[in-house]
């Protein structure tokens, strides 16, 4: 029963899974303000999956098993025609389906929906100013550097340029505002984003997983310089792309195992390693990056355990008046009950942190414990001292 309703679906213990983002992006835009009460919501395509958060819900309170999926593509038209391949019970799929499907059907890989209180103000004052029929412009603005040129271009705003956003009428239900925002995403080719005067916006961004531009404009940090793309082609590296090593997203950069690129995310946003084959008949070198800053991060693991002639903690007496010294490994383990297989070192969540996102970060490192278990596989790390030192 539980397969027919496909809830394999919305399970997994990746992160990054659909299923996972869509909760976890409506948490951190709740916290924003950018969807309160029930308003907004949130969809993400994968492959030829379409995950959608349910309707009249707090959308911060959304688990993975609300999430609707629908096979893609599929009708817009009319609701009972979209082939829904998984539906939560007691749950209705979001009013904005046919929003998400309009911007999926022209290449989106995310699509939000916000009742950001900026957004509308925007739409007010545009109105009162230039009128009706008049679009969002901005220019000489540090934020928009945080987005990109548009769908048909490469790199980023400059400070100079010009952003515009097109701004459209809003409806009495948010089903019918499928046919306008369709005309302003023609009209404007190059918009992320379509605001909805008195309601709101709707987003749209290319990969799933694509969250760099959307911190960028949140943090200004901005690191990425155009020049460094001039003249190159850029590829977006997308999941459907994409396959698994060792619990991490891969990328077979030139389609011969020679050279992979790692996801793993925690220290930035998209953080990213190499894993590169140096022999015919299969050796590797890890490049780590900052993946973690310490080899003690994913030494000592079920494959290679503290040995068991390191004792543990032995007591002081009269006799021996320092204990021996390999007992100091034992006693600084920070998991003193089943420490022999499982790291000294683990992602600092308290306090001050190298990780972005230090939830996130423990993953990837979970996974080069294997990388670094297996003896065809030499990890280095950013900040290692091992590799310059031999
Ligand atoms: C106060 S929410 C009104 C809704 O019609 C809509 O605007 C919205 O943003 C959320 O729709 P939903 O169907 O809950 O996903
Ligand atoms: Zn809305």
Redesign the pocket.
């Known amino acids: 029963m539980q397969r027919e309703n496909n809830d394999h679906l919305v399970i997994s213990s990746d992160s990054d899974h659909p299923a996972n983002l869509i909760p976890e992006l409506c948490r951190k835009f709740y916290q924003l303000g950018w969807v309160t ?5 949130t969809s993400i395509k994968q492959d030829n999956l379409i995950y959608i ?5 707090q959308k911060e309170l959304i688990k993975s098993e609300n999430i609707f999926v629908l096979s893609f593509p599929t009708p817009k038209y009319p609701p009972s025609d979209r082939k829904y391949i998984r539906k939560p019970m007691e749950l ?1 799929p ?3 389906t046919p929003l998400f499907l309009a911007a999926f059907e022209r290449g989106a890989g995310c699509s939000i ?1 916000t ?1 950001s209180q900026w957004a509308v103000l925007v739409t007010l004052l545009v109105e009162k100013v230039h009128g009706k029929g008049a679009c969002f412009e901005i220019s000489n603005i540090e934020q928009i550097k945080g987005i990109p040129r548009g769908r048909t271009k490469t790199g980023m705003l400059g400070f100079h340029d010009t952003l515009r956003v097109p701004i459209i009428e809003n409806t009495p ?2 089903e019918d505002l499928t046919g306008s925002l369709e005309k302003a995403m023609e009209e404007y080719p190059d918009t992320y984003a379509v605001l909805v005067r008195r ?2 916006i709707s987003e749209i961004s290319e990969l799933f997983h694509d969250r760099w531009s959307q911190i960028q404009a949140e943090t200004c940090r901005a690191t990425l310089q155009e020049a460094a793309f001039e003249g190159r082609i850029v590829t977006k590296i997308g999941c459907s792309t994409s396959s698994k090593i060792s619990d991490s997203l891969a990328h077979d950069d030139f389609g011969d195992g020679s050279f992979y690129i790692l996801h793993v995310p925690g220290h930035a946003v998209r953080h990213i390693s190499g894993l590169v084959r140096t022999t015919p008949d299969g050796t590797f070198v890890s490049l780590a990056g900052d993946v973690c800053h310490f080899g003690v991060s994913f030494w000592l693991t079920k494959y290679i355990p503290l040995s068991s002639m390191f004792l543990p903690v032995t007591k002081f007496n009269a006799r021996i008046k320092t204990p021996c010294q390999c007992t100091a490994f034992t006693m600084c383990h920070p998991d003193q009950e089943k420490g022999r297989p499982s790291p000294f070192h683990r992602a600092r969540i308290a306090g001050e942190s190298w990780y972005m996102d230090t939830p996130t970060a423990q993953n990837p490192i979970n996974s080069f414990e294997t990388f670094d278990a297996h003896e065809d596989v030499l990890v280095v790390m950013a900040h290692g001292q091992a590799a310059m030192n031999n």
Request: charge should be neutral.
């Open positions: 009460g029930t308003g907004g919501g958060a349910p309707s009249g819900v209705k979001s009013a904005c929906h009742h239900f948010e309601h709101g």
